[in-house]
T-cell receptor, first 113, second 113 residues
Framework: DQQVKQNSPSLSVQEGRISILNCDYT??????FLWYKKYPAEGPTFLIS?????DKNEDGRFTVFLNKSAKHLSLHIVPSQPGDSAVYFC????????????FGQGTRLTINP | DAGVTQSPTHLIKTRGQHVTLRCSPI?????VSWYQQVLGQGPQFIFQ???????GRGNFPDRFSARQFPNYSSELNVNALLLGDSALYLC????????????FGSGTQLSVL
């Protein structure tokens, strides 16, 4: 039972353009959502998060949007840079345990020069 | 400042053997969580420990166990290894028990032959 889904295994974007990564969830008890970035041979690194009481959170080039009625969130990166090439994981947590993050399968983002 | 450190980085075992993985959290962090990442999937929650007590357990068999020491470091033990236990094992630390913003180590790559 995949409670958090990232349906695009990979995404290729030209440098300078916008990258949009998508994530869907099924559990309505999730109330906090995070995006992590992972480079090869490194652990995931926290990128940005959003609480279920908000519908948008922005941090520099990164913006996360949350649509609770659709159980969908997205990460926008603009402008995309070559260093953004990595695997991006969407994660969610609920009231039962904040550190029991449920991760999606990941999306490999490649930024082309 | 040192991040989350895990040892060993790589490990090869045979079926039926036992393995111990080690994790040192970021200084000042009292919570440690363990995740298993199988190739092509997102990390999956195994355990959380806070102040030496188990605070959460994922859907893993009793062959998996863990503990946290007075200095907040942690060990993950897996008995009677199966081929399906081959994965990247990630340790994450955070300041408190309910802080979703986890800091991950680079992981231990376990191969079971």
């Amino acid at each position: 039972d995949q409670q958090v889904k990232q349906n695009s295994p990979s995404l290729s974007v030209q440098e300078g353009r916008i990258s949009i990564l998508n994530c869907d969830y099924t559990n309505s008890m999730f109330d906090y959502f995070l995006w992590y970035k992972k480079y090869p041979a490194e652990g995931p690194t926290f990128l940005i998060s959003i609480s279920s009481i908000k519908d948008k959170n922005e941090d520099g080039r990164f913006t996360v949007f949350l649509n609770k009625s659709a159980k969908h969130l997205s990460l926008h990166i603009v402008p995309s840079q070559p260093g953004d090439s990595a695997v991006y994981f969407c994660a969610a947590s609920g009231r039962e345990g904040a550190q029991k993050l449920v991760f999606g399968q990941g999306t490999r983002l490649t930024i082309n020069p | 400042d040192a991040g989350v450190t895990q040892s060993p980085t790589h490990l090869i075992k045979t079926r039926g053997q036992h393995v111990t993985l080690r994790c040192s959290p970021i200084s000042g962090h009292k919570s440690v969580s363990w995740y298993q990442q199988v190739l092509g999937q997102g990390p999956q929650f195994i355990f959380q420990y806070y102040e030496k007590e188990e605070r959460g357990r994922g859907n893993f068999p009793d062959r998996f166990s863990a503990r946290q020491f007075p200095n907040y470091s942690s060990e993950l033990n897996v008995n009677a290894l199966l081929l399906g236990d081959s994965a990247l094992y990630l340790c994450a630390s955070s300041l408190g028990a309910h802080n979703e913003k986890l800091f991950f180590g680079s992981g231990t790559q376990l191969s079971v032959l």
